[in-house]
């Protein structure tokens, strides 16, 4: 795989958390993302790339107060890197969504998602319950992307630029995929609303990083 493809990999899997922080802005009361940053790195000798999606803190955010608000949301967000990296790749979601030892790309999002689901306490069969939710949305995002071509998009100004350092703004991002945020905002809607069911009730017992 030549470096443009490894970037563009990254990249993609960027924009499906940017897209579930953005449409969590719209239909749960987040607060989006400010953008995507991916960094060029050297490891013994071979280039790789890793990329973030932060998503925008709340204006009386406190760095101390670690309780988490919506963990449905939360969810959504970490799964939906991976989602998206699959329908690129065409690849199974756990090639990505899986342990660090096993060349995921996904590892810190698997590792957090893995917190989540601890610290709520989620039955075996609730887990089971989430995983199927997931791989049920892994195919309700790939008849969206289909639809809506966004793989076609051309999107060489945005990363072509071999730097250290790559910075996409939510401008440009909102600019080349409104379209098929509108559209798929009532899937992922759906999507959150049904893990919901699975956290009512439950406390969260460790405290983690707010999100």
């Known amino acids: 795989m030549d470096v443009t493809s490894k970037k563009e990999n990254i990249f993609w899997h960027e924009v499906g958390h940017y897209c579930a922080e953005q449409i969590n802005k719209t239909c749960f009361q987040k607060f989006g993302c400010q953008g995507i940053v991916i960094h060029r790195v050297n490891q013994d000798g071979m280039i790789k790339y890793q990329g973030s999606a932060t998503p925008i803190k709340p204006p009386n955010f406190d760095p ?19 989602i998206f990296q699959s329908c690129f790749l065409n690849q199974p979601f756990e090639y990505c969504f899986d342990v660090e030892h096993n060349g995921a790309n996904g590892f810190h999002d698997y590792y957090d998602y893995r917190g989540v689901v601890s610290m709520f306490f989620l039955s075996p069969d609730e887990k089971s319950q989430l995983e199927q939710l997931v791989f049920e949305q892994l195919a309700v995002v790939k008849a969206d992307i289909s639809e809506c071509g966004i793989f076609k998009i051309d999107i060489a100004h945005l990363i072509g630029q071999d730097t250290d350092r790559t910075d996409i703004s939510s401008e440009e991002l909102d600019g080349l995929f409104s379209e098929f945020l ?30």
Not at 66 to 79: D, Q
Request: aromatic content about 10%; hydrophobic content about 30%.
């Open 64 to 82: 101390n107060e670690t309780h988490i608000i919506h963990p449905a949301s939360l969810v959504g967000s970490l799964v939906y890197g991976c």
């Open 182 to 211: 509108h559209q798929h905002a009532s899937a992922y809607k759906t999507f959150v609303e049904k893990i919901e069911k699975l956290f009512e009730g439950k406390k969260q017992y460790k405290i983690p990083g707010k999100r």
